[in-house]
């Protein structure tokens, strides 16, 4: 019979593709995660794992079987404990979100205030970071982020529609006078994102939209851009959901520069089961439909759902 300790080595090595990287979140000594990996393998009388220092540890395609099966017995198993210990009735226990830096700080993070107010016996954490969170490898339990997954055992719905405008400061604006159409932005400058570094092709948006500006101040961070533009030495294309909360921008052609992404959530289908996740999930939809308001910059403050 298959050991399930040893398959929890396993998918933490398949994961992290290290064995020093799957020990410090497993809490165990890096022999101990070598050992039961080895251990695994001879009883099934395979190898699981290419092995080299530039690649670390790669699945070799019996490793790729056993992944799946072992993903399905995890999901279960959590499942299972979940209803058995009566987590499911109370929902305690513990939850993790990844998201884009923009929606995580601006709108996930003060829902998730309230969010946990009505479940004081769950803990979360959420990862706002600006690069895709891997599902696959455990990094989270449920994501948001700006294009559906392709592929992969996920259940995934559109969250929302957002919109992006072009803003300035009053002061900026004040003195570099009036635009009233896309030609007055010939003379003025610009911040963006750094172009071959952005994790994925929604944000190329400035140079779609307005081609041959110049841009004087680039990061991978737009909440680095969004305090770049508060300095008010050039206009920044921002998410409403953040520039519209600070009275400090103004919108630019507001009419005429509107940029329209969409948020996607998933999660890995094994957690449809998980009443905690879907909870969550259940919340997020209903806070962001309420939000519409803001997230198309036809508002200025964030709502929260009644309880």
């Not at 932005?185 to 190329?204: M, N, P, T």
Request: charged fraction near 25%; hydrophobic fraction near 40%; proline fraction near 4%.
């Amino acid at each position: 019979m298959l050991d399930w300790d040893g398959l929890r080595y396993f998918l933490e090595v398949a994961r992290t593709q290290r064995v020093s990287a799957a020990a410090l979140r497993l809490g165990v000594q890096h022999s101990t995660v070598s050992r039961r990996v080895q251990a695994l393998e001879q009883s099934l009388d395979t190898v699981l794992f290419d092995k080299s220092k530039a690649s670390g540890f790669t699945l070799t395609e019996d490793g790729q079987r056993l992944f799946a099966y072992a993903e399905q017995m995890e999901g279960a198993l959590l499942s299972a404990r979940e209803e058995l210990s009566g987590i499911g009735q109370t929902l305690s226990g513990h939850l993790r979100i990844g998201c884009t830096e923009g929606f995580g700080n601006y709108v996930l993070t003060p829902l998730m205030t309230d969010f946990l107010g009505r479940y004081p016996e769950l803990t979360l954490d959420i990862l706002p970071v600006p690069r895709f969170i891997s599902l696959s490898k455990r990094e989270a339990d449920l994501a948001i982020a700006l294009e559906q997954p392709q592929r992969g055992p996920y259940i995934c719905t559109r969250l929302t529609d957002y919109e992006l405008r072009l803003y300035g400061t009053h002061t900026y604006l004040e003195r570099s006078g009036p635009i009233r159409s896309r030609a007055d932005l010939a003379g003025h400058s610009f911040i963006g994102y750094v172009e071959e570094l952005v994790f994925s092709d929604r944000l190329r948006y400035l140079e779609d939209v307005l081609p041959g500006s110049r841009v004087v101040f680039k990061s991978t961070s737009v909440i680095a851009q969004y305090h770049a533009a508060l300095r008010g030495g050039a206009l920044a294309v921002l998410p409403c959901f953040m520039a519209a909360q600070d009275s400090r921008l103004r919108p630019v052609l507001e009419d005429q520069v509107v940029i329209t992404r969409s948020f996607w959530m998933y999660c890995h289908e094994d957690l449809r089961r998980s009443k905690r996740v879907m909870a969550l999930w259940d919340y997020l939809k209903k806070a962001v439909q309420l939000n519409a308001p803001l997230l198309q910059g036809r508002a200025d403050r964030l709502q929260y759902p009644q309880p």
